[in-house]
């Protein structure tokens, strides 16, 4: 038996559950690598500006200083007039005078002329630095060319125990010492020994790669004079001085000499015992060159 009873076809369609959301997510990446953009170029330009460049991008966009004044009708004005002749003849003319090209032109220092005294300080302080560097450079590679000029030589390598290079605030100090048994001079004598003049000719010979000026100073130990008529004053002024003219003949120019003198027992090298051989030297100070002046400086005090 038939039935009249139609016959329904029912299609379910089954989700993943993990639909296609459309492109939203595209705009929001976008918007992110925009801004991402837009801050790395930004902190680009900071690093490019000067001190005195982010300063004035600053005061441009600060917000204009408003009276904190809140009598009358806590306006902007406040409820006064704008001069002594206003209409309600009531007010002050303060704004008007903080704010006219006069009252900048009465300021004894503007904006401009400190931020151009600011400039030049720190470029001052730019330039004083880049000549200690340079400076303390040569002053280590003088140290090494020394060094190394006497280690090329086996027979006088041994010298180096005798030589004493070191940095002062002065400057860049070479000391010629006496060892016990191994003097750089003769007793009581002015001239120094064969042994001296090597190391003084290669002293002479790196000083003259650098334009510093030299101080030649002459020292003994604390023993007795040679003779009664020659004081040990007398002696370390006259190797000092013979050490100079060693050192003229290695190329020094008169120039290049800043002073010679005689120190006797004054500046022991060792204080514990003023009688140590190692206390009799001459000394060959590098002084270091003198901070650059502006032509202008001290003319306005």
Not at 210 to 219: D, E, K, Q, T, Y
């Given at each position: 038996m038939a039935s009249d009873q139609p016959i329904i076809i029912k299609k379910i369609k089954k989700s993943a559950g993990h639909g296609?959301?459309?492109?939203?997510?595209?705009?929001?990446?976008?918007?992110?690598?925009?801004?991402?953009?837009?801050?790395?170029?930004?902190?680009?330009?900071?690093?490019?500006?000067?001190?005195e460049q982010r300063r004035g991008?600053?005061?441009?966009?600060?917000?204009?200083s408003v009276s904190p004044s809140t009598s009358g009708n806590g306006g902007i004005l406040s409820g006064t007039a704008l001069?002594?002749?206003?209409?309600?003849?009531?007010?002050?003319?303060?704004?008007?005078?903080?704010?006219?090209?006069?009252?900048?032109?009465?300021?004894?220092?503007?904006?401009?002329?400190?931020?151009?005294?600011?400039?030049?300080?720190?470029?001052?302080?730019?330039?004083a630095q880049a000549m200690e560097r340079r400076e303390r450079s040569q002053f280590q590679s003088a140290e090494m060319s020394l060094r190394q000029s006497l280690q090329n030589m086996p027979e006088l390598a041994e010298l180096t125990r005798q030589l004493i290079i070191e940095e002062t605030p002065e400057g860049l100090r070479i000391q010629l010492v006496d060892e016990e048994?191994?003097?750089?001079?003769?007793?009581?004598?002015?001239?120094?020994?064969?042994?001296?003049?090597?190391?003084?000719r290669a002293v002479?010979?790196?000083?003259?790669?650098?334009?510093?000026?030299?101080?030649?100073?002459?020292?003994?130990?604390?023993?007795?004079?040679?003779?009664?008529?020659f004081s040990n004053w007398d002696l370390s002024a006259d190797r000092a001085n013979?050490?100079?003219?060693?050192?003229?003949?290695?190329?020094?120019?008169?120039?290049?000499i800043a002073e010679v003198v005689g120190r006797a027992g004054s500046e022991p090298l060792y204080?514990?015992?003023?009688?140590?051989?190692?206390?009799?030297?001459?000394?060959?100070?590098?002084?270091?060159?003198?901070?650059?002046?502006a032509p202008d400086h001290g003319l306005n005090r």
């Open positions: 296609h959301h459309g492109g939203a997510w595209k705009v929001a990446y976008a918007d992110f690598v925009t801004a991402m953009m837009a801050f790395f170029l930004l902190m680009w330009l900071i690093s490019t500006t000067t001190p991008i600053a005061d441009y966009f600060a917000p204009a001069g002594e002749d206003g209409g309600s003849a009531n007010g002050a003319s303060s704004v008007i005078e903080r704010l006219s090209p006069d009252a900048v032109r009465d300021d004894p220092e503007t904006p401009e002329e400190t931020s151009e005294a600011q400039s030049r300080s720190v470029s001052a302080d730019a330039m048994g191994r003097p750089m001079f003769d007793p009581g004598s002015v001239q120094p020994n064969e042994r001296a003049v090597v190391l003084l002479a010979e790196i000083a003259q790669q650098l334009p510093n000026r030299i101080a030649v100073s002459g020292h003994t130990d604390s023993g007795p004079a040679p003779s009664a008529s013979a050490a100079r003219a060693i050192l003229q003949e290695g190329g020094l120019g008169d120039d290049r204080p514990d015992d003023p009688y140590m051989a190692g206390n009799r030297r001459i000394s060959i100070l590098l002084l270091r060159e003198a901070p650059v002046i």
